[in-house]
């Protein structure tokens, strides 16, 4: 194998930091993208937890957690404003509410029927207080995480306030979250993004960069 492979998801939001992340970095990578319902046999004999994204490198190593492939893609020296801002404490605390406690209230707002949940309202309550409100509040301070250029912590944390944002765009909209709404909408109309969002064949692997896009 010559190229790093990436399986992948596309609606996933871990998939999407990790390819974000290696657009960035500009690194040359295969994708397979693939069904959560049909996981490549070839992908859970390499990461049996069955999990995206995962990244097969070409000296045989795995990686199967989202923010190691982005370490992988943005601890260089090229990239270094992306990766070193990340390692700041506020902002690896801004991941772990990210990947907690926001992600918990996201998934039962999002997929009540999913979890056999009664309070999707409360749910939708407790992302905002406990983690939107206060991600506004950061950034009136500065347009990114990382300050005003964004570092990969911006990347990390986009995927996840865009899909609480798609659940009820007119409600959303209607929130006094004036930064966060104004970095949102940077994430969603940056080339990064729509590059990202393109979509791969399914199910085969392609060369990602080489698509054209
Ligand atoms: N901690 C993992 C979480 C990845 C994850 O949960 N991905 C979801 C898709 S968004 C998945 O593959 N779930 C397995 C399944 O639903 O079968 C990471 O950061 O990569």
Known sequence: MQKPLLYTYRR??????????????DIDFDAHEGSLRDKPPEMLARSPK???PVMLLPDGSVLEQSWDIMRWALNQAATKNWWEPAQSLENLNWLAKNDGVFKHHLDRYKYPDRY???????????????????????LKQSSFLGGSEPCATDLALF??????AAVEPDWFEMLQL????????????????????LK???QTT??????GY
């Open 116 to 138: 056999n949940e009664t309070d999707r309202d409360g749910h939708r309550e407790n992302a905002l207080t406990a983690f939107l409100k206060p991600l506004n509040s950061r």
């Open 178 to 197: 004036p930064a966060l709404r104004a970095w949102l909408a940077n994430w969603l109309s940056s080339p990064l993004f729509v590059r990202r969002m």
């Open 50 to 52: 069955g999990s995206v």
């Open 12 to 25: 996933c939001p871990y998939a999407m930091r990790a390819r974000m992340a290696l657009l960035v970095a």
């Open 206 to 211: 392609v060369a990602f960069p080489s698509l």
């Open 159 to 164: 995927p996840f306030v865009r899909q609480f």
């Open 200 to 202: 791969l064949p399914g």
